[in-house]
């Protein structure tokens, strides 16, 4: 009994020898399969949040490198994206505690560093999956709300004049984070939402 996979990345090269003697009909034959053919179908957690991005990718005809290249750029992206929220939250922290932390110069240049990669990592996505902004209105959602989450961001970290409006920008600035993160989930430009 051989029961199909479910994921799209499976290859499945069948191997396999006949036992036979001499003058005898062969009576057993193995066949030996990959691991992912002994398993039910089964749609992985990765696969079920992110189906119109497979289905986008399915009438595309890649091939496994470049759904593996795909992989690796999202799980890239994301990994940056939590990095990149993680360190506003903490700089935000800082001014409000009108901490020394930060003026030091790691503090000026990593959080760049990271927002290179997490862009140069959407760039990647956006070409691989031939999905533009401008074009489809969920990714024209994300680039604006990452306008107005830099330009609220610079406000709350750099240019706000009091203290009472860096903190109103910094607050505005993490909840449109949160917009884009539900509009990156929901694939749609309403986000979040969609959820009330």
Wanted: aromatic content about 8%; overall charge positive.
């Amino acid at each position: 009994m051989m029961l199909a996979a479910g994921i799209l990345l499976v290859m499945v090269r069948l191997i396999g020898s006949t036992v036979s003697t001499l003058g005898a009909t062969p009576k057993e034959h193995f066949s030996i399969a990959p691991l992912q053919t002994c398993m039910g179908i089964r749609i992985p957690h990765e696969i079920r949040s992110h189906q119109l991005i497979f289905q986008s990718v399915a009438h595309l005809n890649l091939s496994w490198r470049t759904l593996a290249l795909y992989l690796a750029l999202k799980h890239l992206h994301v990994t940056t994206v939590i990095l990149s929220l993680a360190l506003f939250v903490l700089r935000g922290i800082w001014m409000l505690i009108d901490s020394s932390q930060l003026r030091r110069r790691w503090v000026r240049i990593v959080p760049h560093m990271i927002d290179t990669v997490l862009l140069a990592s959407a760039i990647g996505l956006m070409l691989l999956l031939h999905q533009y902004p401008f074009v489809h209105g969920w990714l024209t959602a994300k680039v604006l709300g990452l306008i107005a989450y830099i330009l609220l961001g610079s406000i709350a970290l750099k240019y706000g004049p009091t203290k009472p409006i860096r903190i109103v920008a910094w607050i505005a600035a993490l909840m449109t984070f949160g917009y884009i993160v539900s509009v990156a989930l929901t694939h749609t430009p309403q986000g979040f939402l969609l959820w009330l």
